[in-house]
């Protein structure tokens, strides 16, 4: 037996002698040197070319370096005398190379003896060449050799400088062969050395390079039976089997950490073998799938699949194991997925919240950081849905993270946990929570950090905490001993954008809800202009919050007047021409607020902003409509900015929005008044305000059904005030709006003869429904609150006639909508929900909405609001076809349909054969220009009621729904109705 290895060795240098000769001393000759060609100046003879793998070096993966890449310049040799074992490697290598089978072999037996992981000797195996002969017995015949190759290098590869040795000598073509074997112990060494090896980059490349890939994938695909039984209830070959899997999925999780494999893994159907592994009984087998499956999910078309393929909930299911790395991949897994909303959603169905919550209570989660990063982070990402941060309350998470702000703690640690307390924040139950448990204090001093995630975190826990006035006192402390405003803006200084944008955002709220707020700002010195340098950026959502920042900080006039000293003016002017909707929506108000101060808005004109600013009214957003009308407002304070504005054509834009749906526009339109203003104009169909003051009011509103504010009731309300001396007209019809309702706090509720509609009586009148989800909102419709007999809580929803044809066709006088409490109605038309949400309000909890929608995206909306009022029912299908929801639904008591298709009254008869009861009821709205656009409506209306008629639908009512809806009826009859009685 060879002698062992030494354990106390204490040598100063490692000593490699020389080899051992094998034949005499030659002695030896000096070459002739060659000839030289006269023409070319190179040597006679052939011409050596070394080639390299071109594709393999120059090919990029954008990935991070290799494991331990840098590790071998802080290395040191060690201390070993091996001179002794040299002599006997060199004869073992030696006689490896006779070629003799059962030699190699004896060696690579006796090889083995050594240890191996031994760097001094891993290096004497280099030195004499031992790598390459192992390599090369790895593509001989011989399955010994090649078992007993394979079983050396295992051991060897623990080193990253063999590692990367053994790869310039081509171990990795070999190995991809190997994979190929049909012998599965050669497999499975095979695939546990790839793993190893795949650590290196080069490796990844030409794993992927040479077609490892599919290769790898289809070594792993085994039986389910396998899986899903026991190790010790396997047999023999089911034992193997399940072997040669765990080594592929080891370099799965290896090989994954490249892009480029990533997107390969998925187009070979990875996902599918990762479903399938998720469900095994193999805790070996599941670690690593479960770590290519974290890496993975870095792409989101692996994201998106694996929601498709229910894996999430396999996620949350292994969270649960008492593995350590198991628990770690999983709560990567979360912390990558959940960044899709829907994702966040399925963790919190599949019961994953509790299970982070406890282990970030856990104290062995808190000493293995690397665990601790990938729970802290996988509550961040699910707390950005509001559902979850309910869920999270309940285990009171904000107490547990706060422990973990401190100043020594990991720093992707210390990121993950705030990022999850400005979500928690969100929340006002929260804010308190985290100023009771002393964690404002320590996230200000985190504020000295130099960790950039970090610091783009924090500021948003202030920005949420800053609108608490008990949080607010603490972050700016009268003693300034914490001192949080001056540190937050100090970050307005920072290279990185990210953290000036989110700086910017968090001083919006601490400047607005702090005591003396005006000093504080002018206290900060150079704060101002430091703020309005930020306004030379190339960034819009850093100009963005900037903007929202200057807009605050010009609510008081000796800092408006600091800021117009340091050109705050021309600044904002130079950026009216960027397209950025978050941009504008800032940039308008801190234009409108900059008016106030000198001239301000005469040199605006001057720079001539205002032509662009109207251009801003073509806008869909209604942040961008609300700012520019306020812009509009101050702008026109002066004359000629006035003239600028009526040659932009900006009166049409105004009336236009004074008609808007969204209240807060209306009002902002409202106040626009230039020149002692345009002609007032009446409320928006029926609702809205009056125009601003002008001259003569035009003509009155037409009929309305209970008044909407002032102006378009019935008749007409009043005009616009009196302007220019011209008499006060009477308000004209105005466009598409109404707003929404404005409580008092003498608000009497009174039931509409329409059972389940109700009238809310007070300053304005409204029609309300009694809201079945208390607290909750569909569409951003008003809700008032009123006190029961009893003292409790009784909350109604506003239902706007603009936006919802009933409730137009019951304002108008309807005789019946046939829709009481209990009963059960098919909705055909229901779009996103908004009179679906009203009708389920009206037949209350007792009865049953079939809502059919068509549209998709229509469809997903519709099946949110379904996940609240569980008295609908979605059906995501087309009405002309009602054979294919006929298994989903009874009869009904009633249908409404608003499909505004051609062939509606075709539609409506054809769901009415299947699911209409005999003297069941039907309510249809007609749209005039949807049938025949050329016709007049009332011909329209007329030919339709004719075909109701012909499919055994009898008409009993119709109304059209002016002022709400233009060219609209509403036609109310019954199915089938019982014959009369003959006297």
């Known amino acids: 037996m060879p002698p062992k290895k030494k354990k106390d060795e204490t040598a100063a240098d490692t000593f490699i002698p020389e080899f051992e000769p094998d034949v005499s001393e030659i002695t030896e000759i000096d070459p002739q040197k060659p000839l030289i060609s006269i023409v070319t100046g190179e040597p006679f003879g052939p011409k050596i070319c070394y080639v390299t793998e071109k594709e393999e070096d120059e090919s990029s993966d954008d990935e991070p370096e290799s494991e331990g890449d840098d590790d071998v310049r802080?290395?040191?040799?060690?201390?070993?005398?091996?001179?002794?074992?040299?002599?006997?490697?060199?004869?073992?290598?030696?006689?490896?190379?006779?070629?003799?089978?059962?030699?190699?072999?004896?060696?690579?037996?006796?090889?083995?003896?050594?240890?191996?992981?031994?760097?001094?000797?891993?290096?004497?195996?280099?030195?004499?060449?031992?790598?390459?002969?192992?390599?090369?017995?790895?593509?001989?015949?011989?399955?010994?050799?090649?078992?007993?190759?394979?079983?050396?290098?295992?051991?060897?590869?623990?080193?990253?400088?063999?590692?990367?040795?053994?790869?310039?000598?081509?171990?990795?073509?070999?190995?991809?062969?190997?994979?190929?074997?049909?012998?599965?112990?050669?497999?499975?060494?095979?695939?546990?050395?790839?793993?190893?090896?795949?650590?290196?980059?080069?490796?990844?490349?030409?794993?992927?390079?040479?077609?490892?890939?599919?290769?790898?994938?289809?070594?792993?695909?085994?039986?389910?039976?396998?899986?899903?039984?026991?190790?010790?209830?396997?047999?023999?070959?089911?034992?193997?089997?399940i072997s040669v899997a765990i080594g592929g999925a080891k370099v799965l999780n290896s090989i994954a950490k490249s892009p480029k494999i990533k997107a390969e893994l998925h187009k070979h159907g990875v996902v599918q073998l990762m479903a399938r592994f998720l469900k095994s009984v193999h805790t070996n087998l599941i670690i690593p799938i479960m770590g290519t499956v974290q890496q993975c999910a870095d792409l989101a078309v692996c994201r998106f699949s694996f929601e498709q393929m229910d894996i999430i909930a396999d996620i949350v299911y292994h969270l649960k194991n008492e593995d350590m790395k198991l628990k770690e991949n999983c709560a990567l897994a979360i912390f990558k997925c959940a960044v899709n909303k829907i994702t966040s959603n399925m963790v919190r169905e599949a019961g994953g919240l509790d299970p982070l919550c406890k282990l970030i209570r856990d104290e062995n989660v808190h000493a293995n950081k690397h665990l601790l990063v990938a729970v802290t982070g996988a509550i961040w990402k699910c707390a950005v849905c509001p559902e979850n941060v309910k869920r999270f309350n309940q285990n009171n998470l904000v107490a547990s993270l706060v422990p973990l702000l401190q100043e020594n703690e990991e720093e992707d640690v210390l990121s993950n946990v705030v990022g999850a307390l400005a979500e928690c924040c969100k929340d006002p139950v929260n804010r308190d929570i985290l100023r009771t448990h002393e964690g404002l204090p320590k996230l200000i001093k985190l504020l000295s950090s130099t960790y950039e995630p970090l610091l783009q975190n924090i500021p948003l826990v202030m920005k949420e905490c800053a609108e608490n006035t008990q949080c607010m006192d603490i972050i700016n402390d009268p003693g300034h001993k914490l001192d949080g405003v001056r540190l937050i803006w100090s970050l307005l200084k920072h290279p990185n954008d990210i953290i000036k944008t989110n700086a910017c955002l968090a001083l919006v709220p601490c400047i607005k809800y702090a005591k003396d707020s005006p000093e504080m700002v002018r206290a900060f010195v150079g704060g101002l202009e430091l703020t309005v340098s930020l306004l030379d950026s190339t960034n819009p959502k850093v100009l963005s919050a900037v903007c929202a920042t200057i807009a605050v900080i010009a609510l008081d006039p000796e800092n408006l007047g600091i800021l117009t000293d340091h050109g705050v003016v021309s600044k904002l002017a130079c950026l009216a021409k960027i397209e950025n909707e978050d941009l504008r929506a800032n940039l308008t108000l801190a234009i409108a607020y900059c008016c106030e101060w000198g001239d301000n808005s005469s040199e605006f004109g001057k720079l001539k902003i205002v032509a662009p600013l109207v251009g801003y009214m073509n806008s869909k957003n209604k942040a961008v409509l609300k700012g520019v009308c306020i812009a509009m407002y101050h702008l026109s304070k002066d004359p000629i900015n006035c003239v600028t504005m009526h040659n932009?054509?900006?009166?049409?834009?105004?009336?236009?929005?004074?008609?808007?749906?969204?209240?807060?526009?209306?009002?902002?339109?409202?106040?626009?008044?230039?020149?002692?203003?345009?002609?007032?104009?009446?409320?928006?169909?029926?609702?809205?305000?009056?125009?601003?003051?002008?001259?003569?009011?035009?003509?009155?509103?037409?009929?309305?059904?209970?008044?909407?504010?002032?102006?378009?009731?019935?008749?007409?309300?009043?005009?616009?005030?009196?302007?220019?001396?011209?008499?006060?007209?009477?308000?004209?019809?105005?466009?598409?709006?109404?707003?929404?309702?404005?409580?008092?706090?003498?608000?009497?509720?009174?039931?509409?003869?329409?059972?389940?509609?109700?009238?809310?009586?007070?300053?304005?009148?409204?029609?309300?429904?009694?809201?079945?989800?208390?607290?909750?909102?569909?569409?951003?419709?008003?809700?008032?609150?009123?006190?029961?007999?009893?003292?409790?809580?009784?909350?109604?929803?506003?239902?706007?006639?603009?936006?919802?044809?009933?409730?137009?066709?019951?304002?108008?006088?309807?005789?019946?909508?046939?829709?009481?409490?209990?009963?059960?109605?098919?909705?055909?038309?229901?779009?996103?929900?908004?009179?679906?949400?009203?009708?389920?309000?009206?037949?209350?909890?007792?009865?049953?909405?079939?809502?059919?929608?068509?549209?998709?995206?229509?469809?997903?909306?519709?099946?949110?609001?379904?996940?609240?009022?569980?008295?609908?029912?979605?059906?995501?299908?087309?009405?002309?076809?009602?054979?294919?929801?006929?298994?989903?639904?009874?009869?009904?008591?009633?249908?409404?349909?608003?499909?505004?298709?051609?062939?509606?009254?075709?539609?409506?008869?054809?769901?009415?054969?299947?699911?209409?009861?005999?003297?069941?009821?039907?309510?249809?709205?007609?749209?005039?220009?949807?049938?025949?656009?050329?016709?007049?409506?009332?011909?329209?209306?007329?030919?339709?009621?004719?075909?109701?008629?012909?499919?055994?639908?009898?008409?009993?009512?119709?109304?059209?729904?002016?002022?709400?809806?233009?060219?609209?009826?509403?036609?109310?009859?019954?199915?089938?109705?019982?014959?009369?009685?003959?006297?």
């Open 648 to 983: 932009c054509g900006i009166i049409k834009h105004m009336l236009r929005l004074i008609g808007s749906e969204d209240p807060e526009v209306q009002i902002a339109a409202a106040r626009f008044s230039p020149g002692g203003g345009f002609r007032g104009r009446g409320g928006g169909r029926g609702g809205g305000r009056g125009g601003g003051g002008g001259g003569g009011g035009g003509r009155g509103g037409g009929r309305g059904g209970s008044s909407f504010g002032r102006g378009g009731g019935r008749g007409g309300g009043r005009g616009g005030g009196r302007g220019g001396g011209t008499p006060r007209g009477r308000g004209g019809r105005g466009g598409r709006g109404g707003g929404g309702f404005k409580g008092g706090k003498t608000v009497i509720i009174e039931p509409h003869r329409h059972e389940g509609v109700f009238i809310a009586r007070g300053k304005e009148d409204a029609l309300v429904t009694l809201n079945l989800v208390p607290g909750s909102e569909v569409y951003g419709e008003k809700r008032i609150s009123v006190e029961g007999e009893n003292g409790e809580k009784i909350e109604y929803r506003v239902w706007n006639p603009f936006r919802s044809k009933l409730a137009a066709a019951i304002l108008g006088g309807v005789d019946q909508i046939h829709m009481p409490p209990g009963s059960k109605v098919l909705y055909l038309g229901a779009a996103s929900g908004t009179t679906v949400s009203h009708v389920a309000d009206v037949v209350g909890p007792e009865g049953l909405v079939y809502a059919v929608e068509f549209s998709h995206r229509s469809g997903r909306d519709l099946i949110n609001v379904a996940k609240k009022r569980t008295n609908i029912i979605p059906i995501i299908e087309d009405a002309r076809h009602p054979h294919k929801y006929r298994m989903l639904m009874g009869m009904v008591d009633t249908i409404f349909a608003d499909v505004a298709q051609p062939d509606q009254a075709r539609i409506v008869a054809l769901n009415a054969q299947y699911f209409l009861k005999n003297g069941g009821h039907f309510v249809i709205s007609i749209k005039a220009s949807c049938i025949d656009s050329t016709a007049q409506p009332e011909a329209v209306f007329a030919s339709e009621v004719k075909k109701l008629i012909a499919d055994k639908l009898k008409p009993q009512e119709q109304i059209t729904l002016e002022p709400y809806e233009r060219d609209h009826a509403v036609v109310v009859g019954v199915f089938r109705p019982p014959p009369k009685k003959s006297i």
């Open 74 to 241: 802080f290395l040191k040799t060690e201390v070993s005398d091996v001179s002794s074992e040299f002599w006997i490697m060199q004869k073992l290598i030696k006689y490896m190379k006779a070629g003799n089978q059962t030699a190699t072999i004896i060696s690579l037996c006796l090889l083995k003896d050594y240890d191996l992981t031994n760097r001094a000797i891993q290096k004497t195996i280099e030195k004499i060449g031992g790598l390459e002969i192992l390599v090369n017995l790895l593509e001989t015949k011989d399955m010994k050799c090649q078992n007993g190759s394979l079983s050396v290098l295992l051991l060897i590869v623990t080193s990253g400088e063999m590692r990367r040795a053994l790869i310039d000598y081509g171990i990795v073509s070999s190995l991809i062969q190997l994979l190929k074997h049909p012998v599965r112990d050669i497999q499975i060494l095979a695939a546990e050395i790839m793993a190893i090896i795949a650590r290196v980059r080069k490796a990844r490349k030409q794993i992927r390079i040479r077609g490892g890939v599919p290769l790898i994938l289809d070594i792993m695909d085994i039986p389910d039976n396998v899986l899903l039984h026991s190790f010790d209830e396997l047999n023999n070959v089911q034992k193997e089997l």
